[in-house]
Nanobody, 117 residues
Framework: QVQLVESGGGLVQPGGSLRLSCLTSGVIFGLSTMGWYRQAPGNQRELVATIFSGGSTNYADSVKGRFTISRDTAKNTVSLQMNSLKPEDTAVYYC???????????WGQGTQVTVSS
C-alpha cells in the first residue's frame, strides 16, 4: 500500500523560503518517478519538479533556480526546497509517485503554501 504524506507548508513572505517534505511508504525510489505538483485556485494542477529513478531532476521554467527537489532513501522522504518565493507560488502542493513497474500513480493529500506580505 503506497502512502504519501506532505508537510511543511505555511505562510511566508515574498522572498522567503519553505521546505516541503513528502514521507512515503510502499515506494521504491529506484523504481519510481517522484514529483511535486501544485494547484492554485482556478488553475489546473501543474508539474513543479521531478526526480527520476536514476536521480536526475527536472523543473518547470517558473521555478528553475529557486526550487530544488531531493530524496532521502534512508528516510523514505522526498523534499522540495523553495527559495525566493513569490506570491504566484501560492498553491496547494502535492507529492506524486509514479511506479515504473505498474504505471500506477499515487497522490498525497496536499499542503498549502501561501506567499503574502
Amino acid at each position: 500500500q503506497v502512502q504519501l504524506v506532505e508537510s511543511g507548508g505555511g505562510l511566508v513572505q515574498p522572498g522567503g523560503s519553505l521546505r516541503l517534505s513528502c514521507l512515503t511508504s510502499g515506494v521504491i525510489f529506484g523504481l519510481s518517478t517522484m514529483g511535486w505538483y501544485r494547484q492554485a485556485p482556478g488553475n489546473q494542477r501543474e508539474l513543479v519538479a521531478t526526480i527520476f529513478s536514476g536521480g536526475s531532476t527536472n523543473y518547470a521554467d517558473s521555478v528553475k533556480g529557486r526550487f530544488t527537489i531531493s530524496r532521502d532513501t534512508a528516510k523514505n522522504t522526498v523534499s522540495l526546497q523553495m527559495n525566493s518565493l513569490k506570491p504566484e507560488d501560492t498553491a496547494v502542493y502535492y507529492c506524486n509517485a509514479n511506479s515504473l513497474l505498474t504505471h500506477r500513480e499515487f497522490w498525497g493529500q496536499g499542503t498549502q503554501v501561501t506567499v503574502s506580505s
